[in-house]
Structure formats: structure tokens, C-alpha cells
């Protein structure tokens, strides 16, 4: 088992950044694969980066590449995600997400899922 926290969620206009940061408890961080799935009001939720175990993988979805970066650090069981160049339609619930398993990017690959945090981009 795994307890996933999120934290730095928030208002901010568009064109501007937030860092967004998970931390976990309970079985060692290193043996899950992380990520970040978002859900704005009225829609599904959708996939937005995850990163392997090791870290050596990452995945994005194309509508925050280059725009969004995972990391991790396991020496402080947290992982981040960095949101720069912000837009309106990046507004939703972030929840953070943990699996025993591969990295991937379908929410059923993921068994842990944090509460969520919410980011709103202003015009």
C-alpha cells in the first residue's frame, strides 16, 4: 500500500507556472512508477505524465509536452510536476498516481491515486 498527498495546486494566469508535488508513504517509493492524471468539470479525465520506476522512462501526454516536466526524487518519496507556459485548458483536478507495475498511461494500470489538487489558469 501507498498513500499519495498532492500539494501546489492554485490559481495562476495564463502563460505563467506552478510546481505541483506528490509525496508518498508506505512501501518503498522506488518500486512504483508515478504520474499525474488531470480532470477538468464535465470532462473525462485524461493522462497527463508518468515516469518509471528508475526514472529513465517518461511518457506525456502531447497536449503538455514540452510544456510540462516529470521528476522524482526517492530519497524524499516525492515526485513533481513542473507546468510552465500554462493555459486555460490546462485547469482541472491533478491527482498524482502510483504502480507497482510498468509506467503507462491508462488510468486502470495504476492501483494508488491521491485525492487531487486543483490548478485553474486564468485568461
Known amino acids: 500500500q501507498v498513500q499519495l498527498v498532492e500539494s501546489g495546486g492554485g490559481l495562476v494566469q495564463a502563460g505563467g507556472s506552478l510546481r505541483l508535488s506528490c509525496a508518498a508513504s508506505g512501501r518503498t517509493f522506488s518500486s512504483y512508477a508515478m504520474g499525474w492524471f488531470r480532470q477538468a468539470p464535465g470532462k473525462e479525465r485524461e493522462f497527463v505524465a508518468a515516469m518509471s520506476m528508475s526514472g529513465a522512462s517518461t511518457l506525456y501526454a502531447a497536449s503538455v509536452k514540452g510544456r510540462f516536466t516529470i521528476s522524482r526524487d526517492n530519497a524524499r518519496n516525492t515526485v513533481y510536476l513542473q507546468m510552465n507556459s500554462l493555459k486555460p485548458e490546462d485547469t482541472a483536478v491533478y491527482s498524482c498516481?502510483?504502480?507497482?507495475?510498468?509506467?503507462?498511461?491508462?488510468?486502470?494500470?495504476?492501483?494508488?491515486w491521491g485525492q487531487g489538487t486543483q490548478v485553474t489558469v486564468s485568461s
Open positions: 498516481v502510483a504502480s507497482d507495475r510498468t509506467v503507462a498511461t491508462t488510468a486502470r494500470s495504476y492501483d494508488y
